[in-house]
């Protein structure tokens, strides 16, 4: 892409009002723009960040076996009375009413309408187990919605709800997702702790909050360092084979956010070298609650001797929109943002520090050929700005890496590397630096 | 995919209220499920179909310079109100009020919203022209919502929306867009007539529908044949460049949709060989405005002559869910759906006629990694069925090409494939009919 036909709007400063550093970076590096409390809209860079953030999440879902629906933004609320919720879900619930005078509402979450989808079709054990997963945008009308897309009230959710036809099958389902979320941090190259949580308002036996390691973190969470220092089981476990050895390991490790943090349980687990105290974001949440909406909604399954009962369900959330922001508090420094490269929105930014100068026009439109070529997603800055403002932006804007080039480097037959993370710099002929960029 | 793992319920009949065609087999196939008047979930195997649409979309609006953004689906009122358009709108428009009693509405089309956020951001016509893209849910509350997605009240659509700082460049940017729907409709293997339109209740001065060619569809269409044949101008045109010609070509030519059409005219311009009568659908629909909404929002430019002027707009919107329906109109037969290859779901069915057999399994394993890796999608009927309920569903839900696998034909070292489009099937050696598929 070329600055000169992009749409890019970068401000010198954030709005008073921003308070949290990944809300006042957004709105510096021109990511998304307030169309009214709580609601965003998504300009090119961050609307590349969210696609590509939603993409790893959808492809780690595809692998542990879910299956993508895609369910509409308005519900019935027929089926929230069906459930029991519709009295009790509070203010939070934006509650419609159409030409009809028909009640409709912005769904803030979907177990009532894939239980439906579910009865609908799936009758017998032998249909099971199904994950269906959603990435759609859903509505809480928060009373105070603030911290940008962290705390929204239109936001991208991805969604979805296990069946089984019993509890050893949705446990096996709930340990696919479990391990299905650490992979799908560690893409975004987060650092994410499992912690027991409270099941709340949803209800049932068994949840876990992911909590991702940010200085500038909301909560504060407890946890044993072996657990962060292990990591993700990466892809290429047996999704459908016994995964319970792999989540045992991570679950008997202390850890808990400060709602469920017991000091003399830490210490009793952990020995002093072994506790580890940090910021953090929840950025997903999974639970498995049983029979609580699949009895009331009767979605009944036939198991194998026959008799029907209801499904067992979990339900797994990821706050695809909230991780842009996640990220950015994961992940910058004075000057701006620093993407992780499976993420950031281009690969590359190409400085041309003097366009209209045939050379150095010439070798960045040779690099910018060879880099969209090499898949790398090069962003060339073609304006008429000063080099000051230029680097400023990149630097804002934080691409993983910057390829600097002037008539002076020319001249010299280099051209100069960035590194956006290290803010290291070397110059080099433009080639070599193709090959670093692009090996 | 394995359809053992999948989701994908197809129906023996539709339910009696589905009218026409589209909808009965986007019922029948599993594509979406009705969760309310005119409200839709998208089933797997239909959602896969609205992304490949939407991906094309994309490519070519990319292709064309737009440049791609998100709006909020709720939008406030109070910028209807700075347009003059709140009270106008009618029923069509779904009111809301949120816990604080605002009022907000969930967005029917987005002028408003874009232009404020044009207007936050561009003042100098050195940063024109700009096109900018979303593709986001809409929500139209039509008094009587029908023929499934075709007429829906929540709907996926592609809105543009060109700002330009005179009316050459208006025209100019209108161009592209007309010339990016006729590519864009080609890819999707679908002939489209560009018609001159109504200007209707956006108003404006220069307007065209996009009419795709369907036996059964909605409205009458009036064409001279060589308009018809002339086709879309591909993606290798200068778009930057003058493309009056590539439009002149296309628009002196006659076409009118009923509500447009003159007889006496048709009959002036076109010799009766060369009268072309159809049926068609709407896909797609762009206007030429003008100041209509920046002279009230005051999304002034200002020009290379120092004076602020408000900026020159358009707007392009293709209704992305409804071509899902368009398409099936347009290509389909008495046993179902026949996909174009662009936008089917999978590329290919591999048939297994007896699952538990050594030799068919492993046959039909060989042809699912190899058709995988050629990235031709394949989806594997591994389901204990009988066979003519798997021949059935194929044909059903459309795939491009059935590759069936069973025990005879294996021990005569034979599969056989099937061309959805023309029910042709061929015995051959299964490495010869992956050659086939995947050349």
New interface residues.
Partial sequence: MRLS???M?TLRDAPADAQIVSHRLMLRA?LV?Q???G??????LG?RV?RKIEQIVREEMDRA?A??????????ADLWRESGRYDDYG??M?R?K??HE?D?L?GPTAEE?VT??FR???RSYKDLP?N?YNIQ?K?R?E?RPRFGVMRG??FLMKDAYSFDVDEAGARASYNRMFLAYLNTFARMELQAIPVRADTGPIGGDLSHEFIILAETGESEVFAHRDLVEMGAPGPDIDWFGDLQPLVDQRTRLYAASDEMHDQARFEAEAPPEKRMTARGIEVGHIFYFGEKYSKPMKAVIAGSDGVERPAQMGSYGVGVSRLVAAIIEASHDDAGIIWPESVAPYGVGIINLRPGDAAVDAACERAYAALTTAGKEPLLDDRDERPGAKFASLDLVGLPWQLIIGPKGLAEGNVELKRRATGERQAMPLEAALKVIAP
Same sequence: chains 1, 2.
């Fill in positions: 036909r992009y749409f709007p021109g723009r169309e009214a409390a609601i965003y809209a998504w300009l090119p609307l969210l076996g299956v993508e629906i895609l369910m509409p933004t308005l519900q019935l203010e939070e934006l419609i159409d030409r028909r409709l912005y309408v439906d989808i609908s079709y799936v199904k269906l945008w509505f009308d009373r009230r239109e």
